[in-house]
C-alpha cells in the first residue's frame, strides 16, 4: 500500500512547475479511467448484491405459499394441492457428502502437498504440481460420467464387504439393495474431485514455509518427518484449514457429478451405503425440468439456502487467509 | 549394499564410546519392503476370497506400513521408523490419488476414441431418435463456443477493469469490500449463478430460455477467477516502471494502459484462457437457462441452444448403449478441448513470464 501510494504523491511539485497547463487533460483522462475501473469494481458488488436480493425475494414467495415448514419436510412436493416442500433430507445429504469427501480429501490432499513440496524428486516435483494443475480443470461432468460407470460398479465390492464386517457401526449398515448409487458413492466421488483444489492451496502455504526454521530443525538433527511436524505443518495449519474450507465450498456446491451419480430419494436414511439421499444442488437439476414457475420458486429458495451456506463457508476460509497474511507479513 | 556395510562396521567397532554414525537401511529397502507387502496383500487377498481389488490394496498398504516401521525400528531405531513411516505414508497418498485420475483419462479416452470423428464433429443429432445410432455434436460444439465467447466478451473488461482499479488505485474501504467479495464470490456454486439468471433473466424480465442467458451466467462465474489471476499478474509488475513511467509525466492512466498491462499482458491472457476452460466444462448453469436441443441453432441470442457438457449429460441420462457411446465421445472431446486450453495457456505464461529484474 505504501509502495503504491509513492508514486502517486511523488509526481505533482515538478508537473506544477514545470508544464502546469498539461495539468487538466492528464486528469480528465484519468478520471475517466479511474471511474470506468471502480465502475467494474462497483459491478462485481452489485451484482452479489442482486444475486442474495433476488434469490430471497423469490425464495420469500415460494417459502410463504409452503404449507409445511420450509426445514423439516422430508418431501419435495410445491406443485402438489397442499404445497409441501422441505429441505431437510437435503441439507442431510449435502453435509454427510461433504464430510465424506472432506474425511478422505484432506489429509490425501496433505500427503500430496507434502510429496509436492518435500518428497518427490526434484526432477518429479514440477510436473506433479503441473499434473495437480490440469486435474483441478477437469469438468465435473465428466467426474460424474466416470463415477457412474466406473466407480459405480467397482464399489459395490467394497459396499459389501463394508456391510458385512462393519454393519454394527449402524451407518455402514445397508439395508436396501440398490446398486452403490449413494452418499458413500458420492463422498468418494467428490472427495477425488476437490483433492486437486485443496492440495494446490496446501502446498502454496507448504513452500512458503521459512527455509531457517527447517534448516535448523535438520541442524539438530531431526529426521524429515520431525521437521515436518515441528516446522512446516504448524506454520501451514491455518492454510490447511482454509484450503480445506475452500474444497468443502466446492463440494456443497457440486451439481453434476452428484446428479449423475446417485439416485435420488426423499427418505431420510442414516445408512450412507443405502442408495438414495439428495443434495441441494443436486436436487435443483434433478427436479429443475419438470417444475413450473412455482416449482422453479421453490427450487430457488433451496438455492438460496445453498448460497448462504457457501457463503458462510468460502468467508471465513479467507478470513482465515486473510489473517494468517498479516501475521506472517509481521513475521517476515 | 557396499553403503550398509561401511555404515555398520564403524557402528559396531565404535559402540563401546557411542557413534555418530548408525546403522541405516539400504537404499533398495523401502521397494523390497513394498514389493513383499504387495505379494502378501494380493496372496492374503486371494486365500480369504475378497473379490474387490481395492481390498487388496489396502491390505497390502496396511502391511507395507507395518513393515517399513517393524523393519526400520529394528535396524535404525524408532525416531527413524516414523520417519519412514512418514515417507511411505505420503507416497501411498500419492499413489492413491494417481490411480482414478489414470483411471478417469484412461476411460475417457478408451471409450470416447471409437466415437469420435469427422462425422460425428460435423453433424446434430436432428431426426434421431435416442436409440439410433450416429449422430453427432456439432450443434453442442456450435452452441458451447458461442456462449463461452459472449461470457469471455461480457467478463474479460470487468475483471480486468476491477483487477485494475484493486492493484492501482485501490485503497480504503472500497477496494476492502471487493477484494472481499470477488473471494467470496469464486465460491459461488455454479447452480446458484444459474439459478440467478433464471429469477431475474427469465421469470422476471421474461426472456426465454437461450443460449446468450447461458452465456450470462457462465460471465458472473468467470469474473472473480479473471480477477484474481489479474491482480496477481499486476503485482508482479516492478514497481520502478510505473516509476520511470510517472516520472517522465506520462498520466496514470497512460502509465496503466502502456506500460503496466503490457507488461503482464502474458500472465493476464493465462488467466483469461484458464478462466474460459473452468466455464466451457460447467454444466448445471447451462443446464437451467440454455434447455438443450437437438437441432443447430446458430443463434444464441433467441431459442434454446446445446452445449457441450449438457449433451453429455443428456446423452448420458438418456441411458441406451448408443447415447452414452455418444456421451463418452462428446467427453473425450470436450477434455481435449479444455486440457488444450490449459496447456496453451501455461505455455504462454512460461513464454511470457514478466522479468522481475534479477
Redesign the interface.
Do not use: C
Given at each position: 500500500?505504501e509502495?503504491?501510494?509513492?508514486?502517486?504523491d511523488?509526481?505533482p511539485p515538478p508537473?506544477l512547475e514545470h508544464?502546469g497547463a498539461?495539468k487538466g487533460p492528464?486528469?480528465i483522462?484519468?478520471r475517466?479511467?479511474?471511474g470506468?475501473?471502480?465502475?467494474?469494481?462497483?459491478?462485481?458488488?452489485v451484482?452479489?448484491a442482486?444475486?442474495a436480493g433476488?434469490?430471497s425475494?423469490?425464495a420469500a414467495l415460494a417459502i410463504s405459499k409452503d404449507e409445511t415448514n420450509f426445514l423439516t419436510t422430508f418431501e419435495w412436493n410445491p406443485q402438489g394441492d397442499p404445497s409441501s416442500f422441505g429441505i431437510a433430507v437435503l441439507v442431510y445429504g449435502t453435509i454427510v457428502s461433504s464430510i465424506i469427501a472432506m474425511v478422505i480429501a484432506v489429509?490425501?490432499a496433505?500427503?500430496?502437498a507434502?510429496?509436492i513440496s518435500h518428497?518427490?524428486p526434484r526432477r518429479l516435483a514440477s510436473p506433479?504440481a503441473?499434473?495437480v494443475?490440469?486435474?483441478a480443470?477437469?469438468?465435473?461432468?465428466?467426474?460424474?460420467?466416470?463415477g457412474?460407470?466406473?466407480?459405480v460398479p467397482?464399489?459395490d465390492?467394497?459396499n459389501?464387504?463394508l456391510n458385512e464386517y462393519f454393519a454394527w457401526t449402524y451407518i455402514f449398515e445397508k439395508t436396501n439393495e440398490g446398486i452403490a448409487r449413494n452418499l458413500f458413492t458420492v463422498g468418494i466421488l467428490l472427495a477425488?474431485m476437490i483433492?486437486p483444489i485443496i492440495?494446490n492451496v496446501i502446498r502454496e502455504v507448504f513452500l512458503q514455509s521459512p527455509k531457517m526454521h527447517e534448516e535448523a530443525a535438520l541442524a539438530l538433527g531431526a529426521?524429515?518427518?520431525?521437521v515436518?511436524r515441528m516446522s512446516v505443518i504448524p506454520f501451514g495449519r491455518s492454510g490447511i484449514i482454509s484450503a480445506s474450507m475452500?474444497g468443502l465450498?466446492?463440494a456443497?456446491?457440486?451439481?453434476?457429478a452428484v446428479?449423475?451419480v446417485l439416485s435420488p430419494s426423499f427418505l431420510l436414511d442414516f445408512h450412507i451405503l443405502d442408495a438414495g439421499g439428495g443434495t441441494f444442488?443436486q436436487n435443483?437439476?434433478a427436479k429443475?425440468n419438470e417444475a413450473n414457475?412455482f416449482g422453479?420458486d421453490a427450487?430457488?429458495a433451496s438455492?438460496l439456502v445453498?448460497?448462504i451456506i457457501?457463503?458462510l463457508?468460502?468467508?471465513a476460509?479467507?478470513a482465515i487467509i486473510a489473517r494468517r497474511k498479516e501475521y506472517s507479513g509481521a513475521n517476515a | 549394499m557396499s553403503h550398509t556395510l561401511q555404515d555398520k562396521r564403524p557402528a559396531v567397532a565404535d559402540d563401546p564410546q557411542g557413534s555418530l554414525s548408525h546403522a541405516r537401511m539400504p537404499r533398495w529397502a523401502p521397494l523390497a519392503i513394498a514389493a513383499g507387502s504387495a505379494v502378501l496383500g494380493c496372496l492374503i487377498g486371494l486365500v480369504a476370497g475378497l473379490d474387490s481389488k481395492i481390498q487388496w490394496g489396502l491390505l497390502a498398504a496396511l502391511i507395507f506400513i507395518a513393515g517399513t516401521y517393524l523393519i526400520t525400528a529394528k535396524v535404525e531405531g524408532p525416531r527413524q521408523a516414523k520417519n519412514q513411516v512418514a515417507t511411505s505414508l505420503v507416497w501411498v497418498c500419492f499413489l492413491v490419488a494417481v490411480v482414478p485420475l489414470l483411471s478417469l483419462a484412461w476411460t475417457t479416452v478408451s471409450k470416447g476414441a471409437g466415437v469420435v470423428d469427422g462425422y460425428f464433429l460435423s453433424h446434430s443429432m436432428s431426426g434421431l431418435l435416442d436409440t439410433d445410432e450416429g449422430g453427432g455434436i456439432y450443434h453442442a460444439l456450435l452452441g458451447t463456443i458461442e456462449q463461452v465467447a459472449i461470457a469471455t466478451l461480457i467478463a474479460t473488461p470487468i475483471g480486468l477493469l476491477t483487477a485494475v482499479y484493486l492493484v492501482e488505485y485501490g485503497r480504503g474501504r472500497l477496494s476492502r469490500a471487493v477484494t472481499f467479495f470477488v473471494d467470496v464470490m469464486t465460491g459461488i456454486p455454479s447452480i446458484v449463478a444459474g439459478l440467478f439468471i433464471l429469477s431475474t433473466w427469465i421469470v422476471m424480465l421474461d426472456f426465454g430460455f437461450s443460449g446468450f442467458a447461458g452465456a450470462l451466467a457462465l460471465a458472473i462465474l468467470m469474473m472473480p477467477v479473471i480477477v484474481r489471476s489479474t491482480e496477481e499478474m499486476l503485482k508482479l509488475v516492478p514497481n520502478e516502471l510505473r516509476e520511470a513511467s510517472l516520472a517522465l509525466g506520462v498520466p496514470q492512466w497512460r502509465t496503466i494502459l502502456k506500460v503496466v498491462l503490457p507488461t503482464a499482458i502474458g500472465g493476464i491472457t493465462t488467466g483469461v484462457m484458464l478462466a474460459v476452460a473452468r466455464i466451457t466444462g460447467e454444466t448445471a448453469p447451462v443446464l437451467l437457462l440454455v434447455f438443450g436441443t437437438k437441432l443447430i441453432n446458430s443463434n444464441p441470442f433467441e431459442g434454446a441452444q446445446s452445449s457441450l457438457p449438457l449433451y453429455v449429460f443428456e446423452q448420458y441420462s438418456v441411458g441406451t448403449d448408443a447415447a452414452v457411446d455418444r456421451a463418452w465421445g462428446a467427453a473425450l472431446v470436450l477434455i481435449a478441448f479444455v486440457m488444450l486450453l490449459n496447456l496453451v495457456a501455461r505455455g504462454i505464461a512460461r513464454w511470457k513470464a514478466p522479468k522481475t529484474g534479477r
Open positions: 500500500m509502495t503504491e501510494a509513492a508514486p502517486n511523488a509526481p508537473t508544464h498539461s492528464k486528469q483522462g484519468d475517466i479511467f479511474l470506468l475501473s471502480r465502475g467494474s469494481g462497483i459491478t462485481l458488488l451484482i452479489m442482486a444475486i433476488f434469490l425475494y423469490r489429509p490425501i496433505i500427503g500430496i507434502l510429496f518428497f518427490a506433479i503441473y499434473l494443475d490440469l486435474l480443470a477437469v469438468p465435473s461432468i465428466i467426474y460424474g460420467l466416470w457412474a460407470v466406473f466407480l467397482y464399489l465390492g467394497l459389501k464387504w477425488i483433492l492440495t529426521t524429515r518427518w520431525e515436518i475452500l465450498g466446492r456443497l456446491g457440486e451439481t453434476m446428479a449423475v444442488a435443483i437439476a429443475f414457475e422453479r427450487l430457488i438455492g445453498l448460497f457457501t457463503l463457508v468460502n468467508g476460509a479467507r | -
